[in-house]
């Protein structure tokens, strides 16, 4: 994807559908409002850019491997399994643990998004590398602070009282995330 315009909206388009990290934003927004969510863009940031560029540079070295694929993504739906669990656990206070940036970090850092960001969406050997890196970098932000907003615009349009339901509706949406994944294992 050499083309900077097609790239910035492959990027989007991607970090745009729901998904782990945006479910735990949207997740933060919604129990702890904008404000004291938005060091959470830090977590997702880092983790994305050591995840999308660790894969880049592995398919650079090894090549693809479905098996490579197939384990990483039984990694991710474990995780998002257990990650399930502990939302559906958890209280929906602003204090809750539940949103915190290593969360936030683990959970970004093994989105499978990954897996199209690294070798599809970056181009293998960019003109100008530190240009995709800054735009990555402004782009990654900007999505999460969007999901953020709409979790805490969600809270408020929905009610206060609307919140003790947020852990939970994370977690179920984890859990599809989690058996989206397994059901691709299995076929």
């Known amino acids: 994807m050499e083309s900077l315009i097609a790239f910035c909206l492959s990027v989007l388009t991607l970090l745009a559908v729901p998904g782990p990290t945006n479910t735990l934003l949207a997740a933060a927004g919604a129990t702890k409002g904008v404000r004291r969510s938005l060091h959470l ?98 782009l990654v932000p900007s999505v999460g602070a969007a999901w953020i907003f709409a979790g805490s615009v969600a809270t408020r349009v929905a009610g206060e009282r609307y919140v003790v339901w947020v852990p939970r509706v994370a977690s179920l949406a984890l859990g599809i995330f989690a058996a989206v994944l397994l059901v691709g294992i299995a076929r």
């Open 41 to 138: 863009l830090i977590a997702e940031l880092v983790a994305y850019n050591i995840s999308v560029f660790s894969i880049r540079a592995i398919v650079d070295a090894f090549g693809r491997s479905s098996t490579a694929e197939t384990v990483f993504r039984a990694v991710v739906a474990a995780y998002l399994l257990y990650l399930a669990i502990r939302l559906w656990r958890a209280n929906a206070t602003p204090s809750a643990r539940s949103f915190d940036a290593r969360r936030l970090f683990v959970t970004t850092f093994f989105n499978p998004k990954c897996l199209i960001l690294g070798p599809v969406i970056f181009p293998a050997q960019p003109s100008e590398p530190a240009l995709y890196f800054g735009l990555f970098s402004i």
